[in-house]
């Protein structure tokens, strides 16, 4: 064999090898970059997949609530709950959202619409329990307003949950009623729909944990 013909074939081997070892490292990265789209694809249909469930959920809970907002109507389409069969029943009221969460320790029971202290006159934040002292109706000369189905929760019949209010004849005040839900309105107390107010009267118990954020 002709020494030039030698190199030819020494030199066509050295580039056969080279472009298999090239196409290998190729082929390497178009499988690498296909398993990581592939698991990024798997982790953003699982993300995704757990926004839509937190989203129907809470379009679920959501679902329950009255709309528009009726304050001659209880909160929810739903049955209030028995608190006799909760292992840990307390009350969550929300000044920020205007909302009052019957609950079981962590798990919430029914939501109620609210209106709580205007920013002059704030309903008070922290952790308090229902009083023994409650009534059917009351009037303050001072403020102009009455209430019906109240229910104390501090300072012993300063501070309660009770109904939209009402003037001196029990008359409900829809003025004031139809920001129940919407916006902060009271003297510091926790306005209730006229339902809930009834249904809170006759069935939370005293010593009931309350808690105000």
């Known amino acids: 064999m002709k020494k030039d013909t030698l190199v030819k074939l020494v030199v066509g081997l050295l580039l056969c090898?080279?472009?298999?070892?090239?196409?290998?490292?190729?082929?390497?990265?178009?499988?690498?970059?296909?398993?990581?789209?592939?698991?990024?694809?798997?982790?953003?249909?699982?993300?995704?997949?757990?926004?839509?469930?937190?989203?129907?959920?809470?379009?679920?809970?959501d679902s329950t609530m009255q709309k528009p907002i009726n304050w001659r109507k209880s909160s929810e389409t739903k049955a209030y709950p028995d608190v006799k069969q909760a292992a840990d029943f307390w009350i969550k009221v929300s000044t920020e959202k205007e909302r009052v969460y019957l609950m079981d320790g962590s798990k919430k029971l029914y939501t109620m619409y609210a209106s709580t202290g205007s920013k002059d006159q704030a309903t008070p934040k922290g952790t308090w329990h229902i009083q023994?002292?409650?009534?059917?109706?009351?009037?303050?000369?001072?403020?102009?307003?009455?209430?019906?189905?109240w229910v104390s929760f501090k300072d012993h019949g300063v501070y309660l949950f009770h109904s939209v209010p009402t003037d001196q004849e029990g008359n409900f005040i829809e003025k004031e009623a139809q920001q129940l839900g919407k916006q902060a309105a009271s003297h510091g107390c926790v306005r209730l729909s006229v339902p809930d107010a009834k249904w809170f009267y006759q069935n939370i118990p005293p010593e009931t944990k309350v808690v105000i954020s």
């Open 17 to 61: 090898v080279t472009a298999t070892l090239v196409l290998g490292q190729i082929s390497d990265h178009f499988d690498i970059d296909s398993r990581h789209e592939s698991t990024t694809s798997t982790k953003t249909k699982k993300i995704k997949k757990a926004a839509v469930k937190k989203t129907v959920t809470k379009k679920a809970q």
């Open 132 to 149: 023994y002292e409650k009534g059917d109706f009351f009037y303050n000369q001072e403020s102009g307003e009455g209430a019906k189905y």
